[in-house]
């Protein structure tokens, strides 16, 4: 169990799954530059991050919810938790204030663009769904992510595999937090349309370069002053 303090935002494990140089330059150095495709994402969570409850029927929705998980050490904020009126004698939901019955809970994240290769979306919303489960104290079996193109929902389902990832990339995020350092670049061809691939110069890092331009800057320094 993590103490408050030591909370980490559930959206680094994104930036993690996806490339750990990117998160260190994000989380750990504090840079962050913005491009078409960032810039389009932030737009459709602006959508979603501003709190409110409404209820249609059988279905709540509450955008902009803080959660959190002490087991996992993340905090963060869900684009979208929905509700879902369970019916009368189902066990597993949880009771909501000014309603009757049980209630369903079910994540929703919103991304822009097309749903991606690897599972680092998924990833992050299964830990939205174990900080649910550890608030609410039942069962999240299921979630979403609705993607910009083609503007449909994509299910996901937390199977054990998932939830097995999630910890286990929760626990190597607060080990790399702890340690501090930056790793090299990958080799990938994602790096092209990543929003950081100026400052991160993955090209020249990995070629050496960017060492090599440092070290003899140091040294023209050390010989000739500012």
Known sequence: MYDEDDLLPISALQHLAFCERQWALIYLEGLWSE???TAQGRQLHD??????????????????????SLRLGLTGRADVVEFHRLPPGSQGGVRLAGADDLWQ??????????PKADHCDEVQ??????CLEEMLGVP???????????????????NSDLR????A????????TQDGKTPPPPARKRCRNCSLRQLCLPAAVRRGKAGDYT????????????
């Open 164 to 167: 097995d990832e999630t910890v």
């Open 47 to 68: 959508r979603t991050d501003r709190p409110e409850t409404e209820t249609r029927g059988d279905l709540r929705v509450a955008r902009g919810l803080r959660i959190r």
């Open 125 to 130: 919303l299964c830990a939205q769904a174990l």
């Open 35 to 37: 491009n078409v495709l």
């Open 140 to 158: 999240v079996p299921k979630g979403a992510l609705f993607y910009g193109m083609p503007r449909r929902r994509t299910d996901v389902e937390f």
């Open 105 to 114: 809970p079910f994540p929703v994240e919103y991304k822009r663009g097309r």
């Open 169 to 176: 990339l929760a626990a190597h995020l607060h080990q790399l």
């Open 215 to 226: 070290a003899r800057m140091i040294a023209h320094l050390e010989d000739n002053g500012p």
